[in-house]
Structure formats: structure tokens, C-alpha cells
């Protein structure tokens, strides 16, 4: 099987042996960054800031938390963000080791999720992304993920600036388990789940992962209205309580290629066009066996590159995307360097597309 990289995405080139250079060293362990490094543009440039939040601690395996890292080299050579674009490094929200869990460690623990410390790392990356976002000097702030638990802290910082923010969630799944729907009992299948605020999220109802994400209700962060404020796109492999939960709430959801059109469509008839956009891009959206082969919870089919692009595009072109997110890629979740070079070539080009200017 040959992997399609990003070269084949309209307006965006670049080589697989790029990208294999800049990777070369993608695994080693970073310490954390905490001054800002600033990749220089035009003057006249819009500003991304990027907040790395480097953990797996939401599901059980190593490399994710790597991402972050991975990203920035891509950042650093111009691969990240397209022309026009100040690229602001704020740093990592929490020091790699505070959420970071190795394979042996989630095995001695019968890979259980160590609620209280996946709490403290999200709270750390909500509190940078409020500051990022209230500074009011960045057009768009950037996420760096580690799993899509991250998306708790993210969307808690982005509702703190914005409570009427919109989520676009860009997912093969939906994230909304609680630990008595969910098969596995991997955190960030519940990111959305734990940003509703709801009692009951854990098999014990008074428990509440031991009140680990109390910090939500005290920290003014809203409880976000799946209902009114999530729109799914892409996702297609949902469990049963899942999709109990979406049919009755009525949530907006668009997967298939007509569906997309009708997304696409529909940002132009928003009943709230003023509200900014928070997206929270999983590349597991990506269909795994061409495009994505590089994430830890494949799901069959899925979106094209050039599909997902048009998806980012149009959400760029409302001018109204203030935040995002981007998680899941696991560059030792796939075997050769092929796989390697075109899962992070194709993540770049997302990110190009949802960068580029209204």
C-alpha cells in the first residue's frame, strides 16, 4: 500500500522527502519550552499562536504525546502555517513527564485513566489558552495535541473568553461516552462527555473521577449545550450510547461526501453568525488505509485528504475561527517511514487549510 501524502491537496506541496527530514528525530523526548519562539513572517502577517499540551494519558499507548513536537519542527520550516502568517510558539502548557504514562506504567495500572493528573494537565492548557485568546494579540490560537482529551482544557479556555463559541467537532468518532457507555475507558472518548458538566460520568454517579474536573464549575469555564454549540463532522464510528445520546439531543452531525456539501452550505445560513468557531481536528477523521495511517484508534473508511481540506477551507473562509485544536497523530502507531512522512504531510495540509485567510 502506497500513502498519499499532501503533495496531491490543491495549492499545498510538500515532498515526502521533506518531510522525513524534518522527522528524523521524532520520537526523542523535549523538554518543556517555555519561552516564546517566534518564526518570523511579513509584518503585515496574521498571528497563530501554538500551545503544545504533549500527553496520552487519555488512552493507553506512546508516541502521541510526541505530536507537539513533531508539529513544531513542521512549523519551524514553513510547513505548518501557509504564507501570511506570524507563527507564535507560546511553548507547553505542562511539562511533558506531568502528562506523560508509559506502556508499563498503563499496564501495572490494568490501564485505568489516572483521572487526577489528565485533570491538572487539561487545567494548565485551559489556563494557557484563556491567556493566549484574551491577549488579543493572535488571530487564531493552536492547540498542539497529545490525545483528544486535550479538547477538555481547550474548549474550557476557549468558553472562558467566548461562552457562545461553536464547536466543530472534525472526528471518526464522537467522544461523548461516559465511563458506563464507554468499551474502553479511554478518557478521550469522554473529552465531550467531561466538557458537558453532567453528574453521572462515572460508573459510581458520586464519583465523578474522585471530582478531578471540579475545577470546571469553580474556574467559571460554561458547561458547553451539545445541542446547540457541537456540530460533528466525519465521524462514523460511534457506540451505542453514543448514539443514543446524539439521536435524542438532535445533534447536528454531517458524514458522508453530500453531507459535507450540506456543512459547507450550511456555515452560510448560521443562526448565530457572530459566534467565533473553536475546531477540534482528530486526523483520525482521515480514512487510516490511504491517508492517516499513523493514528492509535483507526476507523474503516473515512474522509479524503482533499475532502477534509475542503471541510477547513470553508470554515476558514467564515472568518470566524478563532481556536482550534489538533490531535491523535501517533507517529509509532504505523510501521515504516512511508506511513510516517505522509500521516504528518497530511496533517500539515489540514492545518494550511484552516489557516488560510477569509
Known amino acids: 500500500m502506497r500513502f498519499l501524502a499532501a503533495s496531491v491537496v490543491r495549492g499545498f506541496v510538500l515532498p515526502l522527502l521533506v518531510v522525513l527530514a524534518l522527522l528524523e528525530s521524532a520520537h526523542a523526548a523535549k523538554e518543556t519550552r517555555r519561552n516564546a519562539v517566534h518564526v518570523a513572517r511579513a509584518s503585515s502577517a496574521r498571528s497563530v499562536a501554538l500551545v503544545g499540551a504533549p ?22 520550516d514553513g510547513a505548518l502555517a501557509p504564507p501570511g502568517w506570524d507563527v507564535h510558539d507560546l511553548g507547553d502548557a505542562f511539562a511533558r513527564e506531568d502528562g ?10 490494568g490501564g485505568a485513566t489516572p483521572f487526577a493528573a489528565a485533570s491538572a494537565a487539561h487545567r494548565k492548557l485551559a489556563d494557557a489558552v484563556t491567556r493566549a485568546l484574551g491577549a488579543g494579540r493572535h488571530d487564531v490560537v493552536l492547540a498542539l495535541g497529545g490525545d483528544h482529551s486535550v479538547s477538555i482544557g481547550s474548549i474550557a479556555g476557549v468558553l472562558r473568553d467566548a461562552p457562545s463559541a461553536r464547536i466543530v467537532w472534525i472526528d471518526a468518532h464522537a467522544d461523548v461516552n461516559t465511563e458506563r457507555t464507554s468499551p474502553s475507558g479511554n478518557l478521550h472518548g469522554m473529552a465531550l462527555a467531561v466538557s458537558r458538566q453532567r453528574r453521572g460520568l462515572s460508573r459510581d454517579d458520586s464519583n465523578d473521577f474522585g471530582g478531578a474536573y471540579d475545577w470546571l464549575r469553580t474556574t467559571r469555564a460554561p458547561p458547553l449545550d451539545l445541542a446547540k454549540r457541537v456540530t460533528y463532522v466525519g465521524s462514523r464510528e460511534l457506540d451505542p450510547g453514543e448514539e443514543t445520546l446524539l439521536n435524542a439531543l438532535n445533534v447536528s452531525r454531517f458524514t458522508g461526501v453530500d453531507d459535507l456539501r450540506a456543512f459547507t452550505a450550511s456555515l452560510a445560513s448560521d443562526d448565530d453568525p457572530g459566534s467565533p468557531i473553536h475546531a477540534s481536528l482528530d486526523v483520525d477523521v482521515l480514512d487510516p488505509s490511504a491517508f492517516m495511517p499513523c493514528v492509535g484508534t483507526r476507523a474503516r473508511g473515512g474522509l479524503t ?27 509509532e502507531a504505523c510501521e515504516t517511514d512511508e506511513e510516517r512522512a505522509a500521516s504528518a504531510a497530511n496533517a500539515a495540509a489540514l492545518l494550511n487549510a484552516l489557516l488560510k485567510s477569509p
Open 55 to 76: 500527553t496520552n494519558l487519555g488512552q493507553r499507548r506512546v508516541g502521541v504525546e510526541s505530536a507537539p513536537e513533531t508539529l513544531r519542527r513542521l512549523a519551524r
Open 100 to 109: 506523560f504514562r508509559s506502556a508499563a506504567d498503563a499496564a501495572a495500572d
Open 305 to 331: 485528504t482533499e475532502q477534509c481540506v475542503d471541510v477547513l477551507r470553508a470554515l476558514a473562509a467564515t472568518g470566524r475561527v478563532r481556536s482550534a485544536d489538533v490531535v491523535e497523530l501517533n507517529l
